[in-house]
């Protein structure tokens, strides 16, 4: 996975809530997703015209917001279908920051596992930040500080966010999950010995013709 | 402090494998489900990092996403099948993960086959890349999706990392009325909490009207919990579970059966633990509901009124109720009733098991289809097919115009070619009435299966209740 240490640039704010992954990535493209073709279908419901011309007025398509790092988006955003698509998608976009009062809880984990940074701000945060956004035809640039935990606006205000220490060192060193775990697998193989005992039933399944 | 635990207390801490500070655990996973859409890919990826599935004989693969509904299928009846459907055949195989392929009599959806083989048991921890994972809480396990690296993790580890989430009691006591299911309880559960409140809590259901369901019913609620952002919600096991669950082919058997036996009866939330959010419904206030929007919570009893977007005090679900209503082709102010329908769905990992069908069979039974309607009754699994066709109900459903197909997710997702076409309107028995969830510009109204049966024979949206008597009958 790829480091995500520093990350400057543009915000484009998407006032809406619950947006579903269904949104962020349409079921029909799902058989044949892998990390590097949605970008081109991300958000299409909303991206696009009936007629598959460009829906201009998604800010994704505004001049200026086209080349957007972080994504400002309304409450629950994410929600719905556990697809990692959705962070493929707007990763593809080039967006590897979202900042929502709050998002689906599969979503927000899957981010972690594609170096995207979920940031969960107070409605009232996040309404600023959205006006701060929208102000200034995307020409004024956003600041997030993995290490220091910030985000700075182009007002110059500093915003502290949450993030757990662990997700944080994972971040900024690219660390993935699974190397880690399979380091630990004699307390694995030590649990299961010992589960075998207190819940047999676990291990023996009927058999499967 | 209180030593008073709930049921996810004990769920959750008897899986810890270890602790990985600030409330991030290591659990173990004791069951895995496959399917053919998220598990396809997720095999693929570990096989390219050059790993190994550890405890192959923990999981169970079935295609269900992208097989085809049409009686008679092959893979190769529907466009991804082949590819999808195939690799997940292959690679179970030569991962030695049991496997129900499209010709096996239990192949189906992976919430309705855990459940019903006996794969999913009270105690156990079970996973599956797929959101309505939450379905096998109403057994009495810890159960919820994941995403794609997440199903890696497992197959290379048979542990996942996760955080501990908050606990939500949602009490329902009372009878329910006459014409009132399952899925009308937890919409309308959806519809006065909204769609995220459940986000970060792990969530049992409890009280009198849930103890008085059987497992299908339950199974059903715990379904949705995912729509209103739970990861997981679930059931305590009780005498019902345990009576559903004799006998079934994957379950303990003798002696191991009464070990198991004994644990889950220790499993309920104890008398006085505390859960983080308490909320109460009463049944008696639960009407047959459908959905008038692109959102699980945008749903009204049938009774009701499509509502105004100024009914809605907040500016953002104000925004949202125009969109919906704009893209669901709606008038704001009608009644819900009376709207047309060009096709009804009644099947999905939400309502098609045998209770389901039993309920819908009941209303078609001695009526037809309305012309110009087409309805489809898709079981969920093998089992459930031959279980209803045992019982008739296959010539019900045929009698009155029904196409009875063969099981799999099939319009619930519409993965497999099955697609409700643009602009057309649909009552869905499924759980997702997403802008373009069942094809692009489709129109769904998410209800539970009798109400499905009803629109089908009214050939518009209607509330069951109030369906005209057979001519003949009384
Ligand atoms: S039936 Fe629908 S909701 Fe259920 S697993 Fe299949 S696609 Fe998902």
Redesign the pocket.
């Given at each position: 996975m790829e480091k995500l240490q520093q990350l400057k640039g543009v915000a484009a704010p998407l006032p809406r809530a619950n947006i579903d992954t269904d949104i962020i990535t349409p079921m029909k493209y799902l058989t044949s997703a892998t990390p590097d073709n949605l970008h081109d279908h991300t958000f299409e419901p909303l991206r696009f015209m009936a007629d598959g011309s460009e829906n201009p007025d998604f800010i994704l398509n505004k001049p200026g917001y086209r080349d957007s790092v972080i994504l400002i988006a309304g409450r629950n955003f994410g929600c719905g279908s556990s697809r990692e698509t959705a962070v493929w998608g707007i990763k593809g976009m080039g967006i590897r920051c979202v900042i929502a009062e709050s998002f689906g809880d599969i979503f927000f984990n899957n981010c972690f596992q594609n170096s995207v940074l979920p940031i969960r701000l107070p409605a009232e945060v996040v309404a600023d930040l959205m006006a701060e956004a929208g102000d200034d035809q995307g020409n004024t640039q956003f600041q997030v500080d993995v290490a220091a935990r910030t985000l700075t606006t182009p007002s110059g205000r500093s915003i502290t966010f949450d993030l757990t220490p662990d997700r944080q060192t994972a971040l900024l060193e690219g660390l993935d999950d699974i190397g880690q775990t399979m380091k630990e697998d004699a307390e694995t193989a030590a649990f299961q010995d010992k589960d075998r005992t207190a819940r047999p039933w676990i291990y023996e399944l009927g058999t499967i013709d | 402090m209180t030593t008073a635990k709930t049921l996810f207390d004990k769920l959750w801490d008897s899986h810890v494998v270890r602790s990985l500070g600030e409330n991030l655990d290591l659990l173990h996973v004791d069951r895995l489900l496959i399917?053919d859409l998220s598990g396809s890919r997720a095999m693929m990826d570990l096989n390219e990092r050059g790993l190994t599935v550890r405890n192959p004989e923990l999981c169970l693969s079935v295609p269900?996403?992208s097989v085809s509904s049409l009686p008679g299928r092959t893979l190769a009846s529907s466009p991804n099948g082949e590819r999808l459907g195939g690799a997940l055949r292959d690679m179970s195989a030569a991962a030695g993960v049991p496997h129900y392929g499209i010709d096996h009599p239990n192949q189906g959806?992976?919430?309705v086959v855990g459940p019903e083989t006996g794969f999913t048991l009270p105690g156990s921890l079970l996973v599956c890349g797929?959101s309505?994972t939450s379905t096998h809480g109403a057994m009495g396990a810890l159960a919820w999706g994941i995403g794609s690296s997440e199903l890696v993790h497992v197959l290379a580890t048979q542990t996942i990392r996760q955080r501990r989430p908050g606990t939500m009691r949602i009490n329902i006591d009372g009878e329910l009325g006459a014409g009132v299911e399952a899925k009308d309880v937890i919409l309308h559960i959806i519809g006065h909490l909204g769609v995220a409140a459940g986000i970060g809590y792990a969530v049992e259901y409890a009280g009198s009207t849930i103890r008085d369901m059987g497992i299908e019913e339950r199974l059903t609620i715990s379904n949705l919990s995912i729509e209103f952002g739970a990861r997981m919600g679930m059931v305590a096991p009780d005498e019902t579970t345990y009576e559903y669950l004799h006998d079934r082919p994957l379950v303990p058997k003798d002696a191991a059966w009464d070990t198991a036996l004994e644990y889950w009866r220790g499993l309920p939330s104890d008398e006085d633990a505390v859960f983080d959010r308490e909320v109460s419904f009463d049944a008696a206030d639960i009407a047959p509901q459908i959905t008038w929007g692109t959102s699980p919570g945008q749903t009204v009893a049938v009774t009701e009124e499509i509502p105004t977007p100024d009914s809605f005090v907040e500016a953002e679900l104000r925004s949202n109720a125009e969109t919906a209503l704009e893209y669901m082709g709606l008038n704001p102010g009608d009644n819900i009733a009376g709207t047309k329908v060009d096709r009804v769905f009644i099947?999905?990992?939400?309502n098609s098991r045998l209770t389901d069908l039993r309920r819908a069979a009941a209303i078609a039974q001695g009526r037809q289809v309305a012309p110009g309607t087409t309805a489809w009754v898709v079981p969920g699994s093998g089992i459930v097919k031959s279980e209803a066709e045992a019982e008739g109900l296959h010539e019900i459903f045929l009698a009155a115009g029904f196409e009875w197909r063969e099981p799999g997710?099939s319009q619930?997702?519409a993965?497999n070619g099955e697609i409700v076409a643009p602009g057309e309107r649909c009552v869905s028995t499924?759980?997702?009435n997403f802008v373009g969830r069942q094809g692009p510009k489709a129109r769904t109204h998410l209800a539970g299966p009798a109400m499905a049966a009803a629109a089908a024979i009214a050939g518009e949206i209607t509330d069951v209740r109030a369906l005209p008597p057979i001519e003949g009958s009384e």
């Open positions: - | 399917h269900d996403h959806i992976v919430h797929d309505h099947g999905s990992c939400t997710c619930c997702v993965t499924s759980n997702r």
